[in-house]
């Protein structure tokens, strides 16, 4: 084409299209080189396999609106339990402030899934012994196994080797002090760490652990008691391997008897006592610096946990009880923090605390004391789970699907492209070349937002996708049929361009501001996995407006300047006798009025 | 062939009008028993609720070879792996089948084994779908909610947009009749209710309102310059805009139309009911229904809103008038037998200027709009020396400007 400065511009906008699509497979590129984007779009679970669960959390009163707060909380706890059982590549996600969508590729085993569902409890019970979370093979590592201990636990945030102290701290501050900057003492570093064996855990932890298990005494006196160490729970107990998925999905959370469990970062392995407060004692939970005597902030992040006034009488006979036993015992001291059978935290008590108000410090972050505080927040508020709906689908009936999909979108694609060679001959040609655009930067988006944002397509992001076909298609018709009026009027092709983009923008803008307003609000409000439609749906109206404005505009402009379309070829869609346009200004005080006209007007 | 184009440019010029706004009783009795159809159907007939607002469990089973007798053997293999109730089975696409049962819950993966047994195939293979029984619930209450969302923001929108609150009305009316209408072909026709389509008829909406922003655009545009040049009536400009717009609506909605029913081909012959199938039922019916409203309803609609309005009755006084008074002057000009059309006026082209409408009793229009620059003369025209034709403006040189009667005489 000659280098018309007339179209300058337009050519110049064809460039800014060209650069931004070499921007965005660039930017695929490199994200495939450098990182871990794919080249293709991420499916989604039903295109892909896999099981997709959606679970509602209900409250221990189901009437009970679940906040925002609640619903991360909740969406948190799966999350840990997925982990916990060593699900790959699961994700967790809240879904339209009431729902909690599981999607899991692959198909797992009904008891991951029953695992994962399974109510949420908060629940506090005492420390009868520790262990080492990964059984320690080697006898004579016993003391390298205890400094590992210390140091892995030092650092990592959420095993801070916390205490219980009473709040307001003055009457402990000392204690308090002194125990957040050297830790305090736990049973299982003054401890030796305990053989996965029977005999090992026996030997090492003192006499009174050795005395217990074979004396069994049939009727513990209280929560602290070894008595309730069965052998059974012994033999669990020496078997546990913390580091396995799932490792303690098997043990029966009953209040009343001896639990055996890990730690959430499985540093740690506990036989506890069973259950002297739960979650519904918490009045409320927040965390921050400590305040000293004279009520200026320290340095030192604390945990602050209000018991209700049932709870603060249990919490006092316990900690009564429990701080009795500092001197004698490390490891009973400690009372443990349990959520879904795992333990949060175990901090050692340090006070008695009869006021119901407890802080618990250590080696907190401001982070690790405000997720800590925020789990025994919601702890206050036992959950379960409804599952509202679960799909297994199968690889091969996803491949199927989206084979299907894609065919009929296929077949679509030709039905338009046809549909708009007949309407607009040639200028069809440019509604093709449209489509054909606006398909390889939604294949952009898509992949580069698979990357960086996770979406994946969905059988339902199919349907929008091919449904926008028809959308993007829509808005070259608007823009075409102005360009036809104003061909009609009797104007020249090149001016009648401009003029009918002038006006076509208008409405152009306004329908995709209604089809996007229509989308965020689908997607927003969408209750099951039809969402991908929406999201699709709004992409794609959003690319159908750069395709408009950045290349059909502009190649309709260029085109516009050429003998064919200029010149009013028939088959050029634009021939101004078929418009109808039977005059036409043709300057110097002429008009052109062609002289068939009896033949137009039947 | 019927010229499409032909039929545009008719449309446009005015030459060829349909006359949209002053048959409106015609639309809203007809839409008034689509309506009363709908709601025979809705309360009536009932909805068809999918499995999803009932709860329970679909297995689909791919890859059968053998489908003979599959109510029974599906409903064996349900009953024994433990589920009572109600089993319902369909073969999709030759070698497919889907089975409903309630909800399977535990025996999720019994079930599974049975129905793989039962029908030859690979567990792994079959699909399986548990919906709680809450779930519908929630979902009508979620699209529920996103609906009275959507009209509130759609409302707020076209009021901005617009800026007339009876434009705005009348796409809303529009909207839900859309809405009712739909809904109501599916109460009638006993399709199956799912998310899917409930998240379809809301996408409808915003179909409808796309449709109703393009052609109340182009009315706007008119009415405007009606108001401007005060030679027609509003109804008279905005039925000339429905005209003109007409080829593009229908345009746009075949174009909406088509992808959605090669969805619908393919959905129907190997899909079987799914996402794809559901969606793009309620979409094609929707769009269907929001092209005729937008044209039939919302147009004439507005219309009769503005009617009363102070300022259109005089102009529609003025226009009258004028219409009148030109239609005398060309009856007495024979150059101006009814060649030129004004808008909305006679269905037939030419010489029949005296089909006169309910609300446009003004016959003619002689204005020198470009587009009737080129409006034939049936005198002959004048040749130039070498015999071609010469436009009646050229014909006596260039200077000649139209004819207009002197403003005393407007």
């Known amino acids: ?602 | 062939m019927v010229n499409v184009s032909q039929i545009g440019n008719d449309l446009y010029t005015g030459k060829r009008s349909i006359d949209f706004i002053g048959r409106q009783k015609r639309w809203y009795a007809f839409s008034a028993v689509l309506i009363a159809l709908a709601m025979i159907g809705i309360f009536a007939r009932g909805l068809n609720f999918g499995i999803e607002f009932r709860g329970g469990s679909e297995f689909r089973l791919t890859g059968v070879t053998d489908t003979s007798g599959y109510e029974e053997r599906a409903r064996a293999a349900i009953a024994q792996s433990g589920i009572g109730g109600n089993v319902l089975s369909t073969v999709i696409g030759g070698t497919s089948v889907r089975v409903q049962s309630e909800a399977a819950g535990e025996r999720n993966e019994a079930a599974k084994t049975a129905l793989a047994q039962t029908f030859g195939v690979d567990p792994t293979t079959i699909s399986a779908s548990l919906i709680g029984p809450s779930w519908g619930q929630s979902v009508s209450e979620k699209a529920i909610q996103a609906l009275i969302v959507f009209l509130l923001l759609v409302s707020l929108v076209m009021a901005i947009y617009f800026r007339t609150w009876k434009m705005a009305v009348a796409g809303l009316v529009a909207l839900v009749h859309d809405l009712v209408v739909t809904v109501g072909i599916y109460a009638l026709f006993g399709f199956e209710i799912t998310p899917s389509s409930m998240i379809g008829f809301l996408t409808i909406l915003g179909y409808s309102l796309y449709d109703t922003v393009v052609v109340f655009d182009k009315v706007r545009e008119n009415t405007a310059e009606a108001v401007g040049s005060r030679r027609y009536s509003y109804a008279q400009a905005a039925n000339l805009a429905v005209n003109q717009t007409l080829v593009r609506s229908i345009n746009t909605t075949v174009v909406a139309l088509l992808p959605i029913l090669a969805i619908l081909i393919v959905g129907f012959t190997k899909l079987g009911p799914g996402t794809l199938l559901d969606l793009s039922l309620a979409l094609f019916v929707g769009i269907a229904v929001g092209a005729y409203s937008s044209i039939f309803i919302a147009t004439p609609l507005l219309v009769d809103l503005r009617r009363g309005e102070p300022a259109l009755l005089e102009l529609e006084k003025h226009a009258t008038k004028l219409q009148a008074r030109e239609a005398e002057l060309s009856r007495s000009t024979p150059r101006h037998t009814g060649a030129q059309d004004g808008p909305g006026k006679q269905t037939r082209a030419r010489g029949t200027a005296t089909t006169i409408l309910a609300d446009a009793p003004a016959a003619d229009g002689q204005e020198p709009d470009a587009h009737e620059l080129g409006a034939p003369q049936d005198d002959e025209p004048q040749r130039d020396a070498l015999g071609r034709p010469v436009h009646k403006w050229a014909a006596t040189g260039p200077r000649n400007q139209p004819k207009r009667p002197p403003r005393s005489r407007r």
């Open chain 1, 1 to 602: 084409m000659a280098r018309n400065p007339r179209t300058r511009g337009a050519r110049r906008t064809l460039w800014v299209l060209l650069a931004l699509v070499a921007v965005l497979f660039a930017g695929i590129g490199a994200a495939h080189r450098w990182g871990t984007a794919e080249l293709t779009p991420k499916l989604g679970l039903d295109l892909e396999g896999g099981t997709q669960m959606v679970l509602e959390p209900v409250l221990a009163d189901p009437t009970a609106p679940i906040s925002a707060g609640q619903l991360d909380k909740a969406r948190d706890i799966i999350a840990q339990r997925v982990d916990s059982n060593g699900v790959a590549e699961a994700e967790v996600t809240t879904q339209g402030g009431r729902n909690i969508v599981i999607s899991i590729p692959g198909t797992p085993d009904a008891r991951t899934l029953n695992q994962i569902r399974k109510p949420s409890q908060l629940r506090f019970r005492p420390v009868l012994l520790t262990g080492p979370g990964i059984p320690v093979t080697d006898p004579g590592a016993t003391s390298t196994s205890t400094d590992g201990a210390t140091a892995t636990s030092a650092p990592t945030a959420t095993t801070p080797k916390p205490v219980f102290t009473m709040d307001p701290p003055a009457t402990s501050a000392p204690a308090t002090t002194n125990n957040a900057i050297v830790p305090p003492a736990l049973a299982a570093q003054t401890t030796p760490p305990t053989d996965p064996a029977t005999t090992g855990a026996t030997g090492a932890t003192g006499e009174s652990t050795a005395t217990a298990p074979s004396t069994a005494s049939p009727a513990p006196t209280d929560a602290s008691d070894f008595a309730w160490i069965t052998q059974e729970i012994q033999t669990e107990f020496a078997q546990l391997d913390c580091s396995k998925a799932g490792a303690v999905n098997d043990f029966v959370d009953e209040p009343t008897r001896a639990l055996v469990t890990c730690s959430t970062d499985r540093s740690e392995k506990y036989i506890l006592g069973p259950v002297e407060l739960d979650g519904t004692d918490i009045e409320d939970a927040t965390s921050g610096y400590q305040l000293s005597a004279n009520g200026q902030p320290t340095t030192i992040v604390e945990v602050r946990l209000d018991f209700t006034d049932v709870g603060a009488t249990k919490f006092t006979n316990v900690t009564s009880r429990l701080f009795a036993l500092k001197a004698s015992d490390e490891t009973r001291n400690r009372f443990a923090i349990v959520l879904d059978k795992q333990v949060i935290s175990a901090p050692s008590t340090n006070a008695v605390i009869a006021n119901g108000q407890a802080s618990i410090t250590g080696q907190f972050t401001i982070e690790s004391a405000r997720e800590l505080a925020q789990q025994l927040k919601f702890g206050a508020l036992p959950m379960s789970f409804t599952l509202q709906t679960q799909d297994d689908i199968s690889p091969t009936l996803g491949k199927e699907q989206l084979a299907l999909g894609l065919l009929a979108g296929f077949f679509g694609l030709l039905l338009v492209v046809a549909y708009s060679m007949v309407q607009y001959r040639m200028l069809g040609l440019v509604t093709v070349a449209s489509l054909v655009v606006a398909a390889v930067g939604a294949y952009g988006v898509l992949t580069l937002l698979g990357w960086s944002h996770n979406v994946r397509l969905t059988m339902a992001g199919v349907t929008g996708v091919i449904v926008s076909i028809g959308v993007t298609a829509d808005s070259f018709i608007v823009y075409f049929e102005r360009i036809r009026d104003e061909v009609r009027e009797g104007r020249p092709l090149v001016t009648a361009v401009d003029a009918g983009w002038s006006r076509a923008k208008r409405t152009i803008l306004a329908a995709d501001a209604v089809n996007l307003l229509a989308a965020v609000v689908l997607y927003l409000l969408a209750a099951s996995n039809v969402r991908g439609f929406a999201f699709t749906l709004g992409v794609m109206t959003l690319i159908d407006l750069a395709v408009v404005v950045l290349f059909t505009h502009p190649l309709v402009s260029i085109l516009a300047h050429t003998r064919f379309f200029g010149g009013g070829h028939r088959l050029s869609g634009l021939d101004p006798e078929r418009l109808g346009a039977k005059v036409r200004y043709v300057g110097r005080g002429r008009f052109s009025a062609p002289a068939v006209q009896a033949d137009g007007r039947a």
